[in-house]
């Protein structure tokens, strides 16, 4: 293919930037018996209303932005994954664009105890903001209340990332000769859709984006090469290919 000039890298956060679900490892930490309740719940309450829900809870028990604060920063994050971004950062022509269903805190919190605060140019995720009395609250992205999201390819409510990905690249008048997408779940599936042929997905093995990727890919029309990998260390032999 022709030489690439600039190029735009698209990570998912929970298990593909970070070795873990931040929106969980809070809860099995500070508060297993939520962890436990939030797995059943999930079926009749939106995960981020959940998610919450669930910070209200910890709230009333006494538990402090601190202890949750202490909790995010100590979360699994492999350090080869530092490293390989760091240095596709540092060559200059990779712009990095996180969508995530995380939450703003979460992943500001976990960049900046990782020395990668300025590692993305922008950051679409779920609102989040602590109150005086440090309870953090989080919102859905789409506010509930307003016009909703039109996917069809199955998003959770608070945000679609397919639209998300198509906004970003729409507002940004850089054109990228490359879009590589790192994720692995199955809400990845729909923006890894909006690809083309020649654009990568570094896919996480065996969690729900690769099951999607085999039972749907066909039939959805996906054009995007794809890479797997299962450890971090393995992504950063994937971005170090990446090089311009
Ligand atoms: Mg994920
Ligand atoms: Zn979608």
């Not at 080869?80 to 712009?95: H, N």
């Not at 998003?155 to 850089?174: I, P, Q, Y």
């Not at 690809?195 to 999607?212: I, W």
Request: hydrophobic share 35%; with cysteine; net charge neutral.
């Amino acid at each position: 293919m022709s030489a690439i000039e600039r190029q735009l890298v698209v990570f998912d956060f929970d298990w593909s930037l970070a070795d873990q679900d931040s929106d969980r490892y809070i809860f099995e930490v500070l508060a297993s018996d939520l962890r436990r309740h939030m797995k059943t719940a999930k079926l009749e309450t939106q995960w981020t209303d959940l998610v919450a829900e669930s910070l209200r809870k910890i709230h009333s028990r006494g538990i402090t932005r601190e202890q949750i604060e202490n909790t995010l920063r100590n979360m699994p994050f492999h350090p080869a994954m530092v490293r390989g971004v760091s240095k596709l950062k540092a060559e200059g022509k990779t712009t990095f664009f996180c969508l995530s269903n995380a939450n703003e805190i979460f992943i500001s919190t976990i960049l900046k105890s990782k020395g990668l605060h300025d590692l993305f140019d922008e950051i679409i995720t779920n609102p989040a903001e602590w109150d005086e009395s440090g309870l953090l609250k989080v919102r859905r992205r789409v506010d509930p209340s307003g016009p909703q999201h039109g996917c069809t390819v199955g998003c959770s409510a608070n945000m679609c990332k397919g639209e998300e990905l198509e906004a970003f690249l729409a507002r940004n008048t850089t054109k990228y000769d490359r879009i590589v997408y790192v994720g692995d779940g199955s809400n990845d599936f729909c923006p890894i859709l909006r690809l083309r042929s020649h654009d990568k997905v570094l896919c996480r093995s065996f969690r729900g984006l690769e099951t999607r990727i085999t039972k749907e890919g066909e039939k959805e029309g996906l054009k995007a090469q794809i890479h797997y990998w299962a450890g971090a260390w393995e992504v950063e032999e994937l971005l170090g290919k990446l090089s311009i």
